[in-house]
């Protein structure tokens, strides 16, 4: 099992950065991709960005060249730096991590953190 944990999130103004942190516990020898999504008020929850082992990464069309994602397999955290934040950027973000077990490959989530652009 993986328990992920997320920090970063707050209110800030259209234009505005934040840097979203996820840090990882448990097996986490079995993970393979990491990734973030998100769940806007009355909306279903919509992938972000997500990053491979090796680094390979992919976003949303919304949030590219905005959003950067990284991941450090030390530390076992990945992050999320969003740059020109605009309202529609508004919601819950969750980390989530996908980990390979006998029975096969699972995804772990956190339990999410708020985000809100608002002037």
């Known amino acids: 099992q993986v328990q992920l944990a997320e920090s970063g999130g707050g209110l800030v103004q259209p234009g505005g950065s934040l840097r979203l942190s996820c840090a990882s516990s448990?097996?986490?020898?079995?993970?393979?991709?990491m990734g973030w999504y998100r769940q806007a008020p009355g909306k279903q929850r919509e992938f972000v960005a997500r990053?491979?082992?090796?680094?390979?990464?992919t976003y949303a069309d919304s949030v590219k060249g905005r959003f950067t994602i990284s991941r450090d397999n030390v530390k076992n955290t990945v992050s999320l730096q969003m740059l020109s934040l605009k309202p529609e950027d508004t919601a819950v973000y969750f980390c989530?991590?996908?980990?390979?077990?006998?029975?096969?490959?699972?995804?772990?989530w956190g339990q999410g953190t708020q985000v809100t652009v608002s002037s």
């Open positions: 448990g097996d986490i020898s079995s993970i393979n991709d």
């Open positions: 989530k991590a996908d980990f390979l077990t006998a029975a096969g490959e699972f995804p772990s």
């Open positions: 990053i491979t082992v090796g680094g390979v990464t």
